[in-house]
């Protein structure tokens, strides 16, 4: 006889912090984050979240570093228990003084 259980199952806990400690460590000298933020994402198959790292940039012109830094950020394997990185961009600032990097991270 099955029994129905009235108990969700656990799901992974949301790896925006750990994601952010990740990405400072990978950044090049002169390259910092700025206030990250989150949203929930989902399609028909997959749960996940966009995390957006604004950065400033030093003395460095952002239209050379970008290619640079998303070449690097490509290579790595995450390490999210319970999570991959599905998608990366780096992306330069609306106003032209930074970076933007926009992750895409789906619950494994």
Do not use: K, Y
């Amino acid at each position: 006889m099955m029994r129905w259980s009235p108990v969700r199952p656990v799901r992974p806990g949301c790896p925006h912090r750990r994601l952010a400690r990740l990405l400072a460590r990978e950044l090049p000298h002169g390259l910092l984050l700025g206030a990250s933020t989150l949203r929930p994402w989902a399609s028909a198959n997959f749960v996940g979240a966009r995390h957006l790292f604004p950065c400033s940039i030093g003395e460095e012109d952002a239209a050379v570093l970008r290619p640079l830094l998303q070449a690097r950020l490509e290579t790595i394997e995450w390490r999210l228990p319970g999570h991959i990185v599905a998608d990366l961009a780096v992306e330069i600032a609306d106003d032209g003084a930074g970076l933007r990097i926009e992750m895409l991270t789906v619950e494994d």
